[in-house]
Every structure is written in C-alpha cells, then in structure tokens.
C-alpha cells in the first residue's frame, strides 16, 4: 500500500457530547508542537476554541466547512450538536508518536510522571477521556487568562527526547515525498515516463471499532507506517526502525 498524498493522516471523528464544567460539550484542549490540523465537517454544529499568542478565538464548524490551524495553537472542539469530521493530520504517524501536549495545569506539566498519568487512558476509557478532558480543562481556562509562554516551554521539556524519532518520520515521509515529486519533474523534464510505469491503486475501509481520542471517537485509518516500510518512489533514503508510539 502507498501512503496517502503529501505523507498525510486521516480520521473520521465524533466529537464527544458530554458537559464539561464550563457546560459546553466537546473535546480536549491540546497543542501540537509540529503538524498542521485540519477538519472538513460532514455533520451537525460546533466550533472550535483556539489559543495563540495572538489571542483566542471561536470558530463556527458548520457541514462543508474546512477549518485548519498551524502548530502552537491550542484547540478545543465544541459540540453543538452531532459534530462530525474528517480529521487531516500533517505528518502522518507523527502525531500518534507523542506530536500533542494537553494544556494539564502548570503542576502536572511539570512533573512528566505525573504528565504520563494524567493522559493515559487506563480501567473504563469513557470516564477516563472524560477526566483527562476536565484536567485539560482547567488548564485551558487558566492559560487564557496568562502563561502561554511557560507552557510552550513545559510541551518542550515533555516532549524534546522524541524529537530524533519525529525527525526519522518527516524524513522519511512527507520529505521523501516531496523529493519524490522532485526527481519526478526532473524525469519529466528529461524525457524519462518511467514512474508513469507504477501507477497504483489503494483502498482503506472504515475502521470498525473506533478509538477514544483527544477530541472524540476516533475512527484512524490504518495508512503504511512509513518508518517499517520503503519510502516513496524517488527516494533514497533508507528506512529506519520504528521507534515505540506513546499510548495517546
């Protein structure tokens, strides 16, 4: 199977719909430190709560709608209401290997034990999405009153040991995608239609059982790992070992 096109990741997603402390219904508030994050919506209402250093905002999530946002905004989806999406991830396999901090309170970001804790899902997965979501909450809350700085730099002490691994999945996919593309035009250029020769089909199926994610249900599609595979064609760089996927 080839990867999906640009080194990409895609979910179907059902936002969670419980209460929250603050009485919306949604998801948890996180951050991703390097991929991009877009949403199409195929169904039902909400918006999605974003904190920069700019400021925050509150975006309408209506069907139809596509709505994306770059590394360092912290987000939290709201459901008004059957809010569905499809979920596109830069990087593809870098945000389930750690690419995401929840905005914890300042003592728990702080403690990586405590961090680890708080974030894993463990027993009964609903009520534990649940009080990780509360926990986020409350950071959440906070952070928009002050302190983005401080918590750019807490994602960064949690997450700096992984970041050779995350170097590894860029490399050797959405780069190696790109310089596919590359030697392509060169051949093009050239006169040489031999990639033209493997053109090729793939499909995915719905995955049945979905995940509890960040944000809701999950369905993940199961896209080549590309760190256990060839890179694209075009490539030359070699493949490496999959490092170990942390469990959120």
Known sequence: MTPLPGGVGISGLTVYDGEAADGLCGGTPHMHLVCSEAYVVIGGSGSVQTLTTSGSTDTPLHPGDVVWFTPGTIHRLVNAGGLRLVVLMQNSGLPEAGD???????????????????????GDHAAAARRRRDLALEGFLALREGGLREFHAAAHRLK????????????????AATLATGCQLAGLKAGDLSHLDHGDVSRLERPEEPLFGMCGLLHTYPVPDLLTTRPPRGSSESPHRQPPKEPF
């Open 100 to 122: 995401a901090v929840f905005t914890f309170p300042a003592p728990v970001l702080a403690d990586p034990d405590a961090y680890r804790a708080a974030a894993v899902l463990t």
């Open 160 to 175: 700096r040991d992984l970041l050779d691994a995350w170097w590894f999945r860029w490399r050797d996919g959405p780069l």
